[in-house]
Every structure is written in structure tokens, then in C-alpha cells.
């Protein structure tokens, strides 16, 4: 490979170019874009195959893309030709390519890293950091980012992103300047903005802000004005509660508004410190929680609270909203705590969890005059009486957000005996002492359409379905949802039901879900990045078991790891809110399950197992499936097969199945089908039809007709491709037991002698056997009696005496006795019945048993003991399948 890809330099912050020379080729532009903004990640061929061609991709796409990757390699001085090498940048990696890139090699790596830096500098206080970095993330930008090529839904996605997060980033370097006393420099500027984006309304109170300490107080409510009449002419809404607050606080010359060097402006001990983020003008639900937590506050109930309830722990998972509870949960409550309320985030940049010394860093940094901060190398013990000194008497409400361990916490906790305090934290910190805990699940369904209108507004409150699609899509997620929302709101063009597609499409993973500054996955890889290699490869594989929830044999085949050893992890993924659990009754087994968004991020991150990972657990999978559903299907239909031996393995299937194989196959009915559908998809041809023909039973029993054709229309081209006559004369000879319960009975009778010709040419008598009772049931459905006779009998002669026809030979004794009823002669039916069930009691078969026992008790009541008023309107045939109508039951 050339080295001539060395010092090249990408940039997606305005037109799309490359140095030393960019692609001409548009499509091959739109592909560099592509992979740009999903750098270092894997893209899958169906997204590149959507982002070039949208909804018409030509037949020939696949070949196209190619060429197209061909011509990409090139551009950076790649060799296509060349086996891939170590410096190699464009790597093809299941299920797509993915672009290595270095961070300064790429103009929006460079700014997202300003961007963060910036906004943690703001938070710790250090606005002269802020406003420099902020401002050098800024002058990156050359354009309209990803300007000078087509736009297919993951260009348009991220270009709103970006657009998005370039306008936020300004407001919050605008906020720095202010905070440095710059409002003179800073109007003009302001005046072009508001001009540009008439509905920001952070911009418009920036504005009016600079205005005002630039001592024109007429000039910042005239701001006030114009940015009122925008909103109220175009949108028809007023200007939101902060803009209206700022509004009144410069009508009345609110000191607390003119600038103050921003050292000394900390509140000194015994002033309120309000240093929480903006309320959330939309919040949605959590009620019945913010009233629970209420209700630990001093001096809620009578009395004060004891100190042990003083701290609580808001936990869920990512996304869930925890931040956003805790801060209106605070601004509720302000009344109770005057000395003032503070927010600080235990994670700093890398999102590396802060140490005990940096939160009480931070936390003085809030609180205690300019000055009065230790000094760099302050030992804990002595932070902590600091802090013990600088809150003892105050009536504080301190919110740690996104805590990671009780280590973390101990020793500020036990600095602050007297303040209220509320942890946000996915992980359970079931640790800490006294702690009230508080779990936040997602959304009702009601409440995550309520907050997706309120978001997109009238036009998806004139859409209910489509509303409800998109909140279902996102898991009523609240981050999800606003994220969707948002998506939504800024494509006017769209209706809900188009972005409900889109939020559909498996091959679009988490893109979708990405809003300006809110991004789902990044949102979602913060919890598996935390955990370790055992865990994160676990929460990847255990994605491939089917939806909606598995069992631990299943996660145990999956990881190829001992129950315990698999227990211990599961249990890990649960306690880290990547994973769920339930118990689906008393004395049953745990069954977990994923988010559906969480499985989405697991299965993006599939590509970093070995080769041959995913399919060696999906092999794994089918396989534990198939030991138990062919047990389970052995004492379902007993005499159909052999009981296997199995109790050797690790999870016996004895104790898996257990007595009752009907309820098995209805709690694992999900997980059978869609392994089937894996082993199909995975070209495990054997694996299909055997896992199919385990099933076969049940979906008898049970007239699970639509479970029962997808997954035999597969295993009848798993044999086919495989060339194995057995197997396909076995699907085959089920389908016609389908169509006849069905009553499709032409169907049927074609499907049984397909099969019967090919049993017939292997010798195979038992086969053949069941071909013709199974065209005996459709001669007797046909009201044929005679001819059905004959092909019993027939089959009866092909059954023999051995052990393995005994379940045939019941099952045509079943055939006769309905023959004798059907040809007028219901004492004969009843003899027959009778050996009927005799035979079902050696069989073991409970099933076959009541059917019996219920045909001799209709046929004694309303055919021999009928009045003439009665009559046997209709016929059992098969357990739960009635043949309704026949002339001769009304004889």
C-alpha cells in the first residue's frame, strides 16, 4: 500500500473535501461522508446502500458500491488490490466498512472535543477557558456542515445534528463572554443572530442581557418585544417562562442582572447558591415519583425528617431521564432549601468518573467565596472538613449526577450530614448507608405521546397512530422520545408515519436517533463502556437471542459458559441497567431482556468479536434449543419419538421443560421461531428443518397455523438446498396437516402424496403410513366414510406390529371409529372409541385420552340416548378440530 495517505485531512464542518484532493465522483462523496460521520464505527452495506440511492436503489447496487469503494481507496492512496494492511484507513468489516480516522485528522473530532472541554470549563466556573475553547470549536466550521453533495436520511440526520449543535455551542460561548463582562462586543453580534435564528429564544435573552449591562435598558425590552411578535406571528406561542422572567427582571432593574467579575460572584456562606441547569419547559410524568421523593423532604410530613432520609438515589437506565427528574424534583422543592440548590456532574472529560477530591473540588468551587477554594494538592480528610465547614448550618439541596460507585460518594456524604442530597446513578448503590432509593422506568405509553406532541406539535396531534407508532419505536425512552420529537419537528416535510419508517428501519441501527446535541447511542455506550471485557462481550452476544426475553439455558449456550459463570454475568448487566429481568410467576425461572434500544447499540457492536463469533453462538443457541423442544415435543405427543437422554448437560432438560410441555413450547414459542429464522438466515439447513420439525407438534396442538407455515416455508428450503429427501417429505407431510386443519383440503391432499411418493421411494413404510391417514382425514372431512376406510386400513397394513408404529396405529384406530360414526353406525363407533382410548392410555398420550373419552360421551348422548328433538351437530375429528355439517349426523 502507498503512504501516500499520511497527513490526509478530512473535513465535514462545511463543504465535504479531503486533503490533498478530494473525490469529483458525487457518489463516491456521498460515501466519504457517510463513513466520515460515523468514523471508526462500522456502516453497514444497507445504510450506504440507502444513504447513495433512498428508497430506489438499482438491482445492481451491491456491484455499485463496490466500484465505488474501489474508487474511495484510491482517493486516500489505498491499493484495492492490496491485502489489507495495519495503516490501512478503509477496512471492510462485517457487516459494511468502517473508515479508521484519527482525531485531529478530522475537522468534527477537533470540534467535538473543543465543544466538551468548553462546556466542562463552563460548568467548573473557568469562563475564560470556556469562551476560547468554545470559539476555536467554532472557527472549524467553514459552511454549512456536509454542504456539496445529496443527502439521503443519515447525511439529512446528522447535518441537523450538527446544524443544531453548532447554534447551542455559540449560545453557550456567547453565555461564557457574558459571564467575562464582554456585552459591549457582543450586541451587534447578537443583533445579526436573532436576525438569522428569530426563534432561539436563548439567543434573544443573550441579547437582551448584553443590552441592558451595556446600560440600554429600552433597547433590551424592545428586544423582548420583536422576539414576542416573531413568536407569536409565525408560531402562534409566547415566549417561554425564562424569557418572560428576564423580561420582568429588567423592568424592575434587578440588580442581581448587571455584571460582576465572575470570581467573586460565587455566593458567599449564608447567600443562595443556585447553580442548576435550566428547568425542562416540556417535562412529562413521573408524578407519582416527584411526589414520593417530596415526601423525604424536611418538613414535608410532620415533623422533620431524620437524617437517614436525606439522601436519595435516582436510579434507571440510561436515557431514562434521571438528570432531568432530579432537577424539576429540585426546582419544586426550592422553597424548602434557601440557602440554595447545586448540581455537579461526577464525570469529567472522557466521561471519567470524578474521584471523591475532584467532587469536593467542584462542590466548593460552587459554594464558597473566590479565594477560599484549596489549594492543589489538599489531602481528602482535609477536603472534606473544608466542605464539612462550608455547608454546616445551610439548608442545601445538592444534586450528584451520574455517580458510579458508592467510593465515590462515602466521603462527601459524610462531609454533608445536614444537606439533602440526590444521586442520579444507573448502577443500584444498594452501599450506601440510609439511602432512600427511587427507580425510574420509561415512560407510559400515554405520557411518551403527550411529550412527542408537545415537541412536534398539531401536526402529530392530528396523527394519534403514528404518534403512538414512534413512541413504541423508541421504547417510551424519554431520551428517545425527544430525540424522535426532534427529528420530527425539523422536517416539516415529513409526516409521523414517514418517520415512523424511518425509526423502523433494523439496518438504520441508533442513527435516527440522534438530535442536535441529544444522541441516543452516545447517550447508551457511556453504561457499556464502563463495564468490563467478561460483560461487554456478554451484553453483545446475548443480543442474538430472539426477542422479546430469554432464559439462562438460552444465555448460557449463547456465551458458551458454565450456569454460574453465566448467572454472575447476567446478574452484572442487570445491576449496570443494561439488561432486565423478570419472573413470569412463583417458583419459575428469571427470564432478561433488553430495551429494545439497548439491543440495537448490543448489536451494533457486534463487529469487535472474533470472525466466526456471531455464528458459532448462533449454532450454540439452536442446537440448546433443539434439546429441549424435541423433549418437550416427546411428551407432548408421546410415542411420536423416544424420549432423548439429556440429563448429562448442564441445564437438564428434565428441569428446563418439566412436566408440563405445553406451557414450555408457549414460553419459548418466540425464541423457537426466531431461531429458526437465524438458522436460516445462517445457511444451518440441518439445524432448520430439525428445530421445524420439533415444533411441528405443538403448533398441532396448539392451531398456531401463522408460526406454523413461516417456519416450514424455510425448513422446506433448507432441505431442498441441502438435497435431503427425508427431511423435505417430513416438512411436507406437516404442511398437509396444516391445510387440512385449515380446511384446505385439495392443498393437503397435495402435500400428502408429494410426500407419500418420496417416503415411498426411500421404503420408508412409517412415513408412508402417516401420508395416508393424513389423506384418509381429508376423505373424511370430504364426507367420504368408504374411501377413508380404505386408506386407514392401508396404512394400518404399512404400520406393522413394531414398536416404533404404535402412535399410527392409535392414531388410525381414532380414523375407524370416525368412519363407523359417519357411515350411520354409531355402536360400532362407540367399540371403536373405546379401543381408541385403550390404546392412548399405553401411549401415555393424556391428550388423545380426553379427546377419546369426550367423542364416546357425545356419541352415547345425543346419537344413542337422543330424544327426537336432538342431534349431533358436529364431530371431533382430531383434538379441537370439528368437522361441522355432515349429512350423515343428522341421520
Request: a negative charge; charged letters at 25%; proline letters at 7%.
Amino acid at each position: 500500500m502507498s503512504d501516500s495517505g499520511e497527513g490526509i485531512r478530512f473535513r465535514v464542518l462545511g463543504p465535504i473535501s479531503m486533503t490533498p484532493h478530494t473525490p469529483t465522483a458525487a457518489k463516491v462523496r456521498v460515501l466519504l461522508a457517510t463513513l466520515l460521520v460515523r468514523a471508526n464505527e462500522a456502516v453497514s452495506t444497507a445504510s450506504l446502500i440507502d444513504e447513495l440511492w433512498d428508497i430506489n436503489p438499482p438491482r445492481t447496487a451491491a456491484t455499485t458500491l463496490q466500484v465505488y469503494v474501489s474508487q474511495l481507496r484510491r482517493a486516500l492512496g489505498e491499493i484495492p488490490s492490496e491485502p489489507t494492511t495495519s495503516d490501512r484507513r478503509l477496512h471492510t468489516v462485517p457487516p459494511g466498512y468502517r473508515l479508521t480516522v484519527s482525531p485531529t485528522d478530522l475537522d468534527l473530532a477537533r470540534f467535538e472535543t473543543l465543544r466538551r472541554t468548553g462546556k466542562e470549563a463552563y460548568d467548573q466556573g473557568d469562563f475564560t477557558t470556556a469562551a476560547a475553547d468554545l470559539r476555536e470549536s467554532l472557527a472549524l466550521w467553514s459552511g454549512v456542515a456536509l454542504s456539496g453533495v445529496p443527502h439521503g436520511p443519515v447525511l439529512a440526520t446528522t447535518c441537523v445534528r450538527l446544524e443544531e449543535l453548532r447554534t447551542v455551542t455559540l449560545e453557550q460561548r456567547i453565555a461564557a463572554d457574558l459571564r467575562l463582562g464582554r456585552h459591549h462586543e457582543l450586541t451587534g453580534e447578537l443583533m445579526e443572530l436573532v436576525n438569522q435564528h428569530p426563534y432561539r429564544e436563548t439567543l434573544h435573552a443573550h441579547l437582551m442581557v448584553a443590552l441592558y449591562r451595556s446600560d440600554r435598558q429600552s433597547d433590551a425590552l424592545q428586544a423582548f418585544s420583536r422576539a414576542r411578535k416573531a413568536l407569536v406571528d409565525e408560531l402562534g406561542v409566547e415566549p417561554g417562562a425564562g424569557l418572560k422572567r428576564l423580561h420582568d427582571r429588567i423592568l424592575r432593574s434587578d440588580p442581581l442582572l448587571a455584571w460582576q467579575d465572575p470570581s467573586p460572584a460565587r455566593p458567599a456562606p449564608g447567600a443562595p447558591a443556585l447553580w442548576l441547569p435550566p428547568a425542562t419547559a416540556d417535562f412529562t410524568g413521573r408524578e407519582a415519583a416527584l411526589a414520593t421523593a417530596a415526601k423525604l423532604v424536611p418538613g414535608a410530613a410532620e415533623g422533620e425528617a431524620p437524617r437517614g432520609r436525606q439522601v436519595l438515589v435516582v436510579g434507571g437506565r440510561a436515557g431514562v431521564g434521571k438528570t432531568t427528574f432530579a432537577v424539576e424534583f429540585a426546582r419544586r422543592n426550592a422553597a424548602g432549601f434557601p440557602d440554595g440548590q447545586v448540581l455537579i456532574e461526577l464525570r469529567g472529560s472522557q466521561d471519567t468518573a470524578l474521584d471523591a477530591s475532584q467532587t469536593i473540588i467542584a462542590l466548593l468551587r460552587r459554594i464558597v467565596p473566590a479565594g477560599a477554594e484549596p489549594p492543589a494538592g489538599t489531602d481528602l480528610p482535609e477536603l472534606a472538613d473544608l466542605l464539612h465547614r462550608a455547608v454546616e448550618g445551610r439548608r442545601l439541596l445538592l444534586v450528584l449526577d451520574d455517580a458510579s460507585s458508592e467510593d465515590q460518594l462515602r466521603p462527601v456524604l459524610a462531609a454533608m450530614p445536614e444537606v439533602f442530597t440526590v444521586i442520579t446513578s444507573r448502577r443500584p448503590l444498594t452501599g450506601l448507608d440510609g439511602a432512600r432509593h427511587l427507580v425510574l422506568d420509561v415512560l407510559r405509553s400515554s405520557e411518551a405521546h403527550r411529550l412527542l406532541v408537545s415537541i412536534v406539535g398539531p401536526r402529530l396531534a392530528d396523527d394519534p397512530a403514528a404518534g403512538r407508532e414512534i413512541a413504541r419505536l423508541c421504547g417510551y425512552l424519554p431520551l428517545a422520545v425527544r430525540v424522535a420529537g426532534s427529528g420530527l419537528a425539523a422536517r416539516p416535510h415529513w409526516s409521523g408515519a414517514d418517520w415512523a419508517d424511518r425509526l423502523a428501519d433494523e439496518s438504520a441501527g441508533l442513527t435516527p436517533f440522534v438530535a442536535g446535541d441529544l444522541d441516543v447511542r452516545a447517550s447508551l455506550l457511556v453504561g457499556y463502556r464502563e463495564i468490563g471485557p467478561a460483560e461487554r462481550r456478554a451484553f453483545r452476544l446475548l443480543a442474538l437471542a430472539p426477542v422479546p426475553d430469554f432464559p439462562l439455558w438460552a444465555a448460557a449456550a449463547l456465551l458458551d459458559l458454565p450456569p454460574a459463570e453465566t448467572e454472575q454475568l447476567v446478574e452484572r448487566l442487570v445491576e449496570s441497567q443494561l439488561l432486565s429481568v423478570r419472573r413470569t410467576a412463583p417458583g419459575r425461572p428469571c427470564r432478561y431482556s433488553y430495551h429494545r434500544l439497548l439491543r440495537k447499540l448490543a448489536l451494533e457492536q457486534l463487529d469487535a468479536d472474533p470472525p466466526g463469533a456471531v455464528e458459532s453462538a448462533t449454532d450454540r443457541l439452536g442446537a440448546a434449543f433443539l434439546r429441549y423442544a424435541r423433549y418437550a415435543a416427546a411428551l407432548l405427543t408421546p410415542g411420536a419419538t423416544e424420549v432423548p437422554d439429556g440429563d448429562g448437560t448442564d441445564f437438564p432438560p428434565a428441569k428446563v421443560v418439566g412436566d408440563t410441555p405445553a406451557r414450555w413450547f408457549q414460553d419459548e414459542a418466540a425464541g423457537l421461531v426466531g431461531s429458526v429464522r437465524q438458522a436460516h438466515a445462517a445457511g444451518l439447513w440441518c439445524l432448520t428443518w430439525e428445530l421445524t420439525e420439533a415444533l411441528a407438534g405443538y403448533f398441532e396442538a396448539g392451531s398456531v397455523w401463522d408460526e406454523w407455515a413461516a417456519t416450514h416455508q424455510l425448513a422446506l428450503e433448507a432441505a431442498q438446498r441441502a438435497e435431503q429427501p427425508t427431511a423435505r417429505s417430513a416438512v411436507l407431510r406437516s404442511l398437509g396437516d396444516l391445510a387440512w386443519q385449515q380446511r384446505r383440503n385439495p392443498q393437503a391432499a397435495e402435500y400428502y402424496e408429494t410426500a407419500r411418493a418420496i417416503h415411498h421411494g426411500l421404503a420408508d413404510r412409517l412415513g408412508e403410513a402417516h401420508c395416508l391417514i393424513g389423506l384418509a382425514d381429508v376423505a373424511l372431512t370430504d364426507a367420504e366414510p368408504g374411501p377413508a376406510a380404505k386408506l386407514y386400513a392401508q396404512a394400518a397394513e404399512l404400520l406393522g406390529d413394531g414398536a416404533d408404529g404404535r402412535r399410527g396405529r392409535t392414531d388410525v384406530l381414532r380414523g375407524i371409529a370416525l368412519t363407523h360414526l359417519l357411515s350411520g353406525r354409531p355402536e360400532d363407533a362407540l367399540v371403536g372409541f373405546g379401543e381408541f382410548v385403550d390404546a392412548a392410555q399405553r401411549l401415555g398420550d393424556r391428550r388423545w385420552v380426553q379427546f377419546g373419552s369426550r367423542s364416546i360421551d357425545r356419541i352415547q348422548e345425543h346419537v344413542i340416548d337422543r330424544t327426537p328433538a336432538d342431534r349431533l351437530e358436529a364431530v371431533e375429528v382430531r383434538p379441537g378440530v370439528w368437522l361441522v355439517g355432515d349429512p350423515h349426523l343428522r341421520e
